[in-house]
């Protein structure tokens, strides 16, 4: 096609095909009202002309779909774009209703800025990018639901770069330690081919673009919780997390996940303890938790502003009524669950399986091992304490647990205490508990349960004495 060789940054383009040079501008940090980019004249399929501007200089690059991550300063791009255009162009939702920019969703990301920004290049966000200069494999793989406002997964992204900023040691850097702004994150909008989706999601689940980016990604697993826990009934999600929680098994990396939900509250975690407002808070599982975390307190203070909310309806979690967009994604994702072999894939799925029940009690016990979660679940009362426990109590590959029962834990009786004890799982590895001051009939259900813990190779206790009644509280 003819260059167009207009300067105008400004140019009033329409909005099934621009992509405004505020998005180039953005990404490359620098001002969109100084960026001159040259426009193509593109012909549609219905021989209507429109100018546009090309990708890369009018070639995208070529990447592997697992090299084809996406980083915090392009991902402030879009949200720019959408900020700068979504009102003056009149964006509506699938439902046809306007939209306002803190209402936009992946959906609509995908029909304003990621197709007709890769009209030309018929290829995936990523590799159209000019700040793309070449492969952008991921440190970490995202999970996450389409329909949450773009505004809100980014607040999330955001902390979780500042969370993992730290990279002091080996554990540290195998945990996932050391994001900045530039390093990039694997969402599948963006690194997939819009147009060509069957390119990089397969027929087998087990072979499409998400699992090579989960492995290239060395397992670690940032879910992305929306405000209503939608997430948790979307079959490729829950695909994704049984991915994340069983990859130490499967394929050999240590398990690092996390779910971040965005959530804006006042923090006192950081410098000085000051109050700090905040967009989002995380849940980390892990090698050691996030990097901003100096020891178990401040990992309980810092994830006790998390709306446990969410946690407890991680506990109805159930993948085999689970939904997707595409009807033939979840048929494929449930029979492969079971084991059932490609040319099988199609299967009509089981409506019950012990796999099923195995991935749902994985789900459930991870979240219900979250230090913060137990104590929320105390709190609420004895109905939702007892859930919690028991989907703790059916956990299978989680290693370690730590109680430090001196911060968050409000006066826990003796008989608490000895309930929470008498639900660890069987299969844990390594226990430590600091302020375990609850009387000798606590230290006699431990002994109980480490009876019972076959595969138990340490336990710390620190901090703690038997003396006492064990009716009194924690003091």
């Not at 826990?229 to 829950?238: A, K, N």
Request: with cysteine.
């Amino acid at each position: 096609p003819d260059l167009d060789l207009d300067p105008d940054p400004d140019l009033d383009l329409d909005p099934s095909f621009s992509c405004h040079s505020s998005l180039f501008a953005e990404a490359k940090g620098g001002d969109p009202a100084s960026i001159q980019l040259a426009r193509v004249t593109v012909t549609d399929e219905r021989g209507n002309t429109s100018s546009q501007i090309p990708c890369n200089g009018g070639a995208a690059l070529a990447l592997p779909v697992e090299s084809r991550g996406v980083t915090i300063r392009q991902l402030r791009a879009v949200w720019a774009n959408v900020q700068r255009r979504c009102t003056d162009e009149k964006w509506t939702n699938r439902q046809g209703v306007l939209l306002k920019p803190e209402q936009v969703n992946l959906y609509d990301v995908n029909k304003y800025v990621i197709k007709p920004f890769t009209n030309t290049s018929q290829r995936s966000f990523v590799e159209s990018l000019p700040s793309t200069s070449g492969p952008q494999p991921p440190r970490w793989f995202i999970s996450h639901w389409w329909g949450e406002p773009v505004k809100d997964f980014l607040s999330c992204l955001e902390q979780h770069t500042r969370d993992f900023l730290w990279n002091k040691d080996d554990v540290q850097d195998a945990g996932g330690g050391g994001m900045t702004i530039d390093t990039p994150y694997w969402v599948c909008a963006y690194a997939n081919n819009q147009w060509h989706l069957t390119d990089d999601i397969t027929r087998d689940p087990s072979k499409s673009g998400f699992t090579k980016a989960l492995i290239a990604a060395n397992g670690r697993t940032v879910s992305i919780l929306d405000k209503e826990g939608t997430v948790f009934t979307r079959v490729w999600c829950v695909y994704e997390l049984y991915l994340a929680l069983l990859v130490e098994r499967k394929l050999g990396f240590p398990r690092v996940w996390a779910a971040y939900t965005a959530h804006k509250h006042l923090s006192k975690v950081g410098s000085g303890y000051n109050d700090e407002a905040l967009e989002a808070v995380g849940i980390v599982h892990g090698v050691r938790g996030a990097p901003c975390d100096l020891n178990s307190r401040v990992t309980a203070l810092r994830e006790a502003y998390f709306p446990m909310g969410l946690v407890f309806q991680s506990l109805d979690i159930k993948v085999e009524t689970a939904t997707a967009s595409i009807e033939d994604d979840r048929r494929h994702i449930l029979n492969s669950i079971v084991g059932k072999a490609e040319k099988d894939l199609d299967d009509a799925p089981e409506s019950m399986h012990e796999k099923y029940d195995s991935l749902n009690n994985l789900i459930h016990s991870t979240f219900a091992t979250s230090q913060g979660a137990l104590q929320a679940a105390r709190r609420e009362g004895s109905g939702t304490w007892q859930n919690v426990l028991i989907a703790m109590s059916k956990a299978t590959d989680i290693e370690k647990i730590s109680f430090d029962f001196g911060y968050g834990w409000d006066n826990i009786l003796a008989a608490e205490a000895m309930e929470l004890i008498s639900h660890l799982p069987t299969a844990l590895q390594r226990l430590h508990l600091a302020e375990a001051n609850f009387g000798p009939h606590f230290v006699h259900a431990l002994a109980d349960w480490i009876d019972k813990a076959n595969d138990l190779e340490i336990i710390l206790i620190s901090s703690s004495c038997i003396n006492g009644d064990d009716d009194d509280s924690n003091s």
